[in-house]
């Protein structure tokens, strides 16, 4: 689907980057349809010359001239970038925060009756795989729920939930990236321990890693009809699962641990 409105990026960072040229690579707006700021001049000079998408040096300007504005600035300045812009959103904007913790009730406090959608993106949005939610604020309808759709699943895949469940996707999929990371870290420091070369332990373990999902959705397969798969009576895998099984208790608590800072950020 293509977009016509025109949308606008406050703030520029990795997030915003990454969004801008999925819009772009996948053909739901151009270019010349997408405009940013950033409080960088570097920044926003960067974006310029590497997606070619209209610059502002000021947020009103973005505002004044976009139907949809996603909020892509860090939570401790999203406060003041809502003040900044407040008397310039009309009705017929859109307002799309990927700010952490945010709620859409606070931006409706003060942004009277704005239409508002809050996304929980997650870091592999930067190569096109985002594993992310979002949900609507009370006057947003149907019609802004499938704008949003559109434009955040060019970049990976989203699901539309309640508001309340955002926290969980934080814990899940925005945080962890780092904790599948932590545990990818492992397995090629287990590889070196065991004799292999640093650079051959890192790529047998990213391929296992990449393949292994690659498997389980091709085939829509559960875990543990893969685990059956791989594991044979007395071998190799069963032994090494003796041990992993002791895993998955600590990896549910980080996640649940990750949700419940989610929560109480919320309520700063």
């Known amino acids: 689907m293509v977009i016509s409105e025109k949308i606008g990026f406050i703030g520029a960072g990795k997030m915003g980057e990454a969004l801008i040229n999925a819009i772009i690579k996948k053909g739901i707006s151009t270019s010349q349809n997408i405009s940013a700021s950033d409080k960088r001049k570097d920044r926003l000079e960067y974006i310029k010359r590497e997606t070619d998408i209209n610059i502002f040096y000021d947020n009103i300007d973005v505002v004044k001239n976009s139907e949809i504005i996603f909020l892509s600035v860090k939570p401790q300045d999203f406060k003041i970038v809502l003040l900044e812009i407040k008397d310039y959103i009309t009705s017929d904007k859109l307002i799309i925060s990927i700010a952490a913790g945010i709620k859409t009730e606070y931006i409706e406090n003060i942004i009277k009756k704005c239409k508002v959608i809050r996304v929980m993106p997650n870091t592999p949005c930067q190569v096109g795989e985002m594993a992310g939610g979002f949900c609507a604020g009370k006057y947003a309808g149907k019609k802004e729920i499938q704008t949003a759709y559109d434009l955040l699943s060019s970049a990976g895949k989203v699901f539309f939930m309640k508001e309340e469940q955002l926290d969980a996707v934080t814990g899940l999929s925005g945080s962890g990236p780092a904790f599948v990371s932590y545990i990818i870290g492992s397995f090629i420091d287990a590889g070196k321990e065991l004799g292999i070369e640093d650079n051959i332990s890192r790529e047998l ?24 798969m791989v594991k044979s009576p007395g071998g190799t895998t069963e032994a090494g699962m003796e041990i992993i099984t002791e895993l998955k208790d600590i990896i549910i608590k980080t996640i649940k641990k990750a949700a419940e800072r989610s929560r109480e950020l919320g309520k700063d």
């Open 205 to 228: 373990t990213l391929q296992t890693f990449s393949g292994t999902a690659k498997l389980l959705q091709e085939y829509n397969l559960s875990p543990e009809e893969l685990i059956k």
